[in-house]
Antibody, heavy 121, light 111 residues
Framework: HLLESGGGLVQPGGSLRLSCAAS????????MTWVRQAPGEALEWVSV????????YYAESVKGRFTIFRDNSRDTLFLQMYSLRAEDTATYFC????????????????WGQGTMVTVSS | QSVLTQPPSMSAAPGQKVTISCSGS????????VFWYQQFPGKAPQLLIY???KRPSGIADRFSGSKSGTSATLAITGLQTGDEADYYC????????????FGTGTRVTVL
C-alpha cells in the first residue's frame, strides 16, 4: 500500500529526496506522515502533511532543512532533505493516518517498509 | 527526542501478563488520543491500539489499552512467543504549534 524509495548514502551537507508511492486507498483523503528510526533507536516523528498539502508540521530537529510535500495526482508523498547531518541517518517510513475525518487523532494504520538513509563521508 | 517515557524492557513467561506504561504530559497524553504500535526487528511498525483503547480488526483481544490522566498503558495477556517485539506509544503534542511524539519504546521478551 505504501512503497518508499530514494534512500541511499549521502555526504554530510548533501541532499536527498524520498518518495512514497501509495496504492489501495484514496490518497488525497488522508493525512500522511514521515517517521524515522535510527539504527537501534526509537521511532522519531519527522513531519506531517494535510490532505491538500497546504498545512505541514515538522520536528524541531529537521525544521528548515526538510520539506514534506505531496502530489495527489500521482498518489505520491515526498520528503526533500537538505543539509543532511550524520544524525539524520535512519530508516525513513511513510505512513497513512488511520482515519480520514477532520480532526482525526494522530495515529497511523498503514506503513511502508522503510527506506534507509545514511549520511556519512 | 522522545517525550513519552516507557520502560526499556519487560519480560514474562508464556501465558503471563505484561503491562507497558507510557508517561507523558497534559499537552500530549493528557489531551490527545494515544496509539500503540508493535514493531518486529527489521519491520515497519503495526498499529495495535488506537484512540486510547480500541483494537483494529485483526488484532487479538489479548492486547488492550487504557489511559488515565497523563499516562497510558498497554496490556498484553496470555503472552505468546510471537509477542516478542518492540512496543511504542504515540500521540500528538498540542504545545506550541504542535508536533508528533512517540514513546521511548519497550522491548518485550517472553521467557
Amino acid at each position: 500500500h505504501l512503497l518508499e524509495s530514494g534512500g541511499g548514502l549521502v555526504q554530510p551537507g548533501g541532499s536527498l529526496r524520498l518518495s512514497c508511492a501509495a496504492s489501495g486507498f484514496i490518497f488525497s483523503d488522508y493525512v500522511m506522515t514521515w517517521v524515522r528510526q535510527a539504527p537501534g533507536e526509537a521511532l522519531e516523528w519527522v513531519s506531517v502533511i494535510s490532505y491538500t498539502g497546504d498545512s505541514t508540521y515538522y520536528a524541531e530537529s529537521v525544521k528548515g532543512r526538510f520539506t514534506i510535500f505531496r502530489d495527489n495526482s500521482r498518489d505520491t508523498l515526498f520528503l526533500q532533505m537538505y543539509s543532511l547531518r550524520a544524525e539524520d541517518t535512519a530508516t525513513y517510513f511513510c505512513a497513512k493516518k488511520y482515519c480520514s475525518a477532520p480532526g482525526c487523532p494522530f495515529g497511523f494504520d498503514v506503513w511502508g517498509q522503510g527506506t534507509m538513509v545514511t549520511v556519512s563521508s | 527526542q522522545s517525550v513519552l517515557t516507557q520502560p526499556p524492557s519487560m519480560s514474562a513467561a508464556p501465558g503471563q501478563k505484561v503491562t507497558i506504561s507510557c508517561s507523558g504530559s497534559s499537552s500530549n497524553v493528557g489531551r490527545n488520543d494515544v496509539f500503540w504500535y508493535q514493531q518486529f526487528p527489521g519491520k515497519a511498525p503495526q498499529l495495535l491500539i488506537y484512540d486510547d483503547d480500541k483494537r483494529p480488526s485483526g488484532i487479538a483481544d489479548r492486547f488492550s489499552g487504557s489511559k488515565s490522566g497523563t499516562s497510558a498503558t498497554l496490556a498484553i495477556t496470555g503472552l505468546q512467543t510471537g509477542d516478542e517485539a518492540d512496543y511504542y506509544c504515540g500521540t500528538w503534542d498540542s504545545s506550541l504549534r504542535g508536533w508528533g511524539v512517540f514513546g521511548t519504546g519497550t522491548r518485550v521478551t517472553v521467557l
